[in-house]
């Protein structure tokens, strides 16, 4: 409880967080006292231990500091305040009058006055070196893109500038132990001389031989390279960094097209956190940029969500637009009149065609094409409990939405009664708790309900773990498990190439070297799995879990449960694609009826009121399958929702595809626009008054 509280007080959530931050807070406090007494030794054990803390909270992230800058206690600030209580030390140890005092002021004011233009040259290398249009898996070679400066160089370049002081402050705090002012002049020599190299180290970067070729020049190659690679079928996508989920949900089918695909991408935060695809893929910030590229080859746009930037490749008139959204659910998302821009709309089953017809949002019938979700394959069918275990009970409540309509997620309504009633029923189940990622992003209540149910998680664990009727299988387990948790540590040390490029600084030589080989995507996907595999059976098949990282994926989390508890969001819709149990519920108190008659995807589920009293039935049939009541309503409701089996959702969305490429091809053909289009001279480019 109190580590609890003092998390939500300094604003951190990990352990280890606030470790580091109680070393900052200590250290900055223990150099204070300790320069007024004076204590020489202990002001340097606590000015390492403000070292030590600052550091680990920018290696780890930590959102503590985006508070301190809030507060004016930012990064810069913190040196400063410590090199202040330094000087307060030589004041009180009486060398305020001696040489090498006013060498240290000036080295100090000389370090931060070298400072600026370091900051200025980072700034401008950073806008120098970063391309129009950045890439992934498109060959560069021939669009000359010199080396930058090395990581080393320009990563927490902030940071590193300001620890050149290390040398000075270890050497005025010799000075004083030692009574010997030479470790004072030494220290300050080697700081001032660290700043000097740093600048001297970058400079040479901004020469125009190690510069990206200008702007006009490389749009003028991008636009020679899509004449030449003549992409057909785009995947369009813009939006914040948290719904990078909604773009990388489709790239697997993107690469099995049976076309030339491209995905374009409108926000550098997205590109960082694209999944791993060998799919061509463009990030072109600028509107003026996009609408002025040769997009004349494509004959496809597909679009997953509908934002305003959609707007921007909507005009291209030679190809036709089709929105496939990023989930199949009863949301009023699913319904959008915005889905009248489009020249169809994809949906999973007739379900989606029925719901545009009940919304009457001005989407013709003949406009909606029945593709499935070929991103559904990786859930497995449910075949019931292993002999020997407990069902697991998925509890995966969507966010609070833009509005505050009581029937937008359970979570702040329902969720502690949900949790409660599973952790504490009579027919034992394993509960597993994963939330939606933008959980608490709009609503203080529902971040505060999230982690009631999580502390309600954590003391059901530790005390299943307390209890001796799972002691056994913990002890059965011990030595698998312990063999799973040692290859995850394995696979963590290994790293991904997806982390790597989303730590890596927006540089031109980023684009230009990140080609995906062939085996790439097929060898991280068997990481995945294998990570996968080695997490589930790192833990004991009855531990409840919380789980809020972006791994395990939800869909892993499908196929380990074995009944789900949702609400209304495309998480029930997909889930049913399992066949297996699951509940649904009814925030907004309608009624069970009426429930059903509003959203699609219930009708087969057990459906819960705020109190979640019905969960008896839901953990019953986890318990056994075969003598589940809605069973034989759920293989009904799946064909509905997402369509036949056969043929594949994939064959289904690939054939959709090229029909719809082959009517833009023939609606060009007759409004006169030539078929090799793609080879005609891309239309000329304004120039921007500030650089004519």
């Not at 979570?411 to 394993?430: F, Q």
């Not at 790597?500 to 080609?515: E, G, I, K």
């Amino acid at each position: 409880m109190t580590g609890g509280l003092l998390r939500r007080l300094v604003g951190v959530a990990a352990g280890r967080d606030l470790a580091a931050a109680l070393a900052l807070f200590a250290g900055y406090a223990g150099m204070l006292v300790t320069a007024l007494l004076p204590a020489t030794g202990a002001f340097a054990v606590a000015a390492v231990l403000s070292y030590a803390g600052d550091h680990l909270l920018h290696r780890r992230g930590s959102y503590l500091l985006v508070r301190l800058g809030k507060a004016r206690v930012g990064l810069t600030v913190r040196f400063l305040v410590r090199q202040l209580l330094l000087v307060l030390l030589l004041a009180r140890t009486d060398w305020a009058g001696e040489t090498v005092f006013y060498t240290a002021v000036v080295g100090f004011l000389v370090c931060y006055a070298l400072q600026a233009p370091h900051t200025a040259l980072i700034m401008t290398l950073r806008r120098k070196r970063r391309l129009p249009v950045a890439t992934r898996n498109i060959d560069l070679s021939t669009l000359p893109v010199p080396d930058g400066p090395p990581r080393w160089l320009t990563h927490r370049s902030v940071e590193k500038v300001l620890h050149t002081e290390v040398p000075m402050s270890a050497g005025l705090v010799l000075a004083v132990a030692a009574d010997d002012a030479a470790f004072g002049y030494a220290g300050t020599a080697v700081s001032v001389a660290l700043v000097l190299g740093y600048l001297l180290a970058l400079l040479p970067f901004l020469r125009a031989k190690r510069l990206p070729p200008p702007k006009e020049q490389t749009l003028e190659w991008f636009d020679g390279w899509l004449r030449t690679h003549r992409p057909d079928v785009a995947l369009y996508f813009s939006g914040s960094k948290d719904s990078a989920y909604q773009v990388n949900m489709w790239l697997d089918t993107m690469a099995a097209l049976d076309a030339r695909p491209l995905v374009i991408l409108r926000e550098r935060a997205i590109l960082t956190r694209l999944a791993t695809t060998t799919v061509p893929v463009m990030c072109v910030p600028s509107a003026v940029d996009l609408m002025n590229m040769d997009l004349s080859s494509l004959r496809v746009g597909l679009y997953p969500a509908n934002v305003g930037k959609n707007l921007h490749l909507l005009r291209v008139p030679t190809m036709k637009h089709v929105f496939i959204g990023h989930g199949d659910s009863d949301k009023i998302a699913s319904i959008n009149p915005y889905a009248k821009a489009y020249d169809e709309v994809w949906t999973a089953g007739r379900a989606g065609r029925d719901r545009y017809a009940l919304a009457d949002v001005g989407v013709r019938d003949e406009d909606i094409v029945e593709v499935g979700r070929p991103q559904l394959a990786p859930i497995r069918t449910g075949t019931g409990v292993p002999a020997g275990r407990i069902p697991t009970v998925l509890y995966a409540p969507t966010w609070e939405g833009w509005t505050d309509d009581p029937g937008n997620t359970s979570l702040m309504l329902a969720g502690e009664n949900i949790v409660r009633r599973l952790l504490t029923s009579e027919r034992p189940v394993r509960v597993l708790y994963k939330p939606h990622p933008f959980t608490g992003s709009r609503s203080p209540e529902a971040g505060a309900a999230h982690r009631r149910i999580v502390a309600m998680m954590e003391a059901a664990a530790a005390e299943r773990a307390a209890d001796p009727r799972w002691a056994r299988a913990a002890e059965e387990t011990a030595a698998d498990r312990e063999r799973a948790l040692e290859r995850l540590r394995a696979l963590a040390e290994a790293g991904s190439s997806g982390a790597v490029l989303a730590a890596a600084w927006d540089d031109a030589s980023v684009s230009r070297d990140a080609l995906t080989p062939p085996d790439r995507a097929p060898a991280e996907e068997r990481r995945r799995a294998e990570w996968n595999d080695a997490y589930w059976r790192s833990k004991g098949w009855w531990e409840h879990r919380v789980i809020t990282g972006p791994e395990p994926l939800l869909f892993d989390c499908f196929n380990e449960s074995d009944a789900l508890v949702s609400d209304i969001s495309s998480v029930v819709s997909d889930f049913i694609a399992s066949g297996k149990p699951y509940a649904v519920t009814d925030s907004a108190g309608l009624g069970a009826e009426e429930f059903k008659r509003q959203n699609t995807a219930v009708r087969a589920a057990v459906i819960l009121d705020n109190d979640a009293a019905g969960l008896d039935r839901l953990v019953a049939a986890a318990h056994a399958p075969d003598t589940d009541p809605l069973a034989t309503a759920r293989a009904e409701l799946k064909h509905y929702l997402l369509g036949p089996d056969r043929p594949t959702s994939l064959e289904r969305f690939d054939a959709a595809t090229r029909a719809l490429a082959a009517r833009a091809e023939a609606r060009n053909a007759a409004q006169g626009v030539p078929e090799q289009a793609a080879a005609s001279p891309a239309p000329p480019r304004p120039v921007p008054a500030q650089e004519g």
